[in-house]
Nanobody, 133 residues
Framework: QVRLQESGPGLVKPSQTVSLTCDVSGDSITTGYRYWSWIRQPPGKGLEWIGYIDYNGDTYYSPALKSRTSFSRDTSKNRITLQLSSVTPEDTAVYYC?????????????????????????WGQGTQVTVSS
């Protein structure tokens, strides 16, 4: 059974960098054809796809966020990390990690990419990030 657990600082000040982790159990982040996505949901809005890191460590980012986003992984801990820099209150959202067994589906609208829950096989419960001074 695949389990994903997100963790983060909760409250962060504008201009800072936020680091979130996703701990994976029941599967290996290096298993072939596994893709590990970060997705966020601002209050009252839909799911925004941030990007993915795949089983080889290759990454792909939403154009809207790529300049401020960095994914990394620790294979010994089966952990994926999201770093989002220069945060503003517009980054306030619940942040999720989610997995697929193929390249994930996302829907571009301008520079922003959206996601649907049913396109992903496993989800974490999410972690709240609030950006406030």
């Amino acid at each position: 059974q695949v389990r994903l657990q997100e963790s983060g600082p909760g409250l962060v000040k504008p201009s800072q960098t936020v680091s979130l982790t996703c701990d994976v159990s029941g599967d290996s982040i290096t298993t072939g054809y596994r893709y590990w996505s970060w997705i966020r949901q601002p209050p009252g809005k839909g799911l925004e796809w941030i990007g993915y890191i795949d089983y080889n460590g290759d990454t792909y980012y939403s154009p809207a966020l790529k300049s401020r986003t960095s994914f990394s992984r620790d294979t010994s801990k089966n952990r994926i990390t999201l770093q989002l820099s220069s945060v503003t209150p517009e980054d306030t959202a619940v942040y999720y990690c989610a997995s697929t067994t193929g390249i994930p589906t996302y829907y571009p609208s301008g520079l922003v990419c959206y996601a649907f829950r049913s396109d992903f096989q496993s989800w974490g419960q999410g972690t709240q990030v609030t950006v406030s001074s």
